[in-house]
């Protein structure tokens, strides 16, 4: 598995954590609100590392696209 699924799974895995926790506290009024931002903020800083990938991923593609172009352009002035 490559990081992007894995990290995509963790944060589904954490959500539904953070959605059972929410409704837990709500009917039981078990967990404390420390107990429920912990999930939250972990959740959060897994989706924003998937993000932050994806745009160095796309960051990559486009500088090697521009070179391919500059090149094309070059033979097409000679």
Request: charged fraction near 25%.
């Amino acid at each position: 598995m490559n990081k992007r699924k894995i990290l995509n799974i963790l944060f589904w895995v954490l959500l539904l954590i953070v959605i059972a926790l929410i409704l837990w506290r709500i009917f039981g009024n078990s967990p404390t609100d420390l107990q429920i931002i912990i999930p939250i903020m972990l959740m959060f800083l897994v989706k924003m590392w998937t993000i932050s990938d994806e745009v160095k991923e796309l960051r990559h593609e486009v500088r090697m696209s521009f070179s391919k172009v500059k090149s094309e352009l070059e033979k097409i002035k000679k």
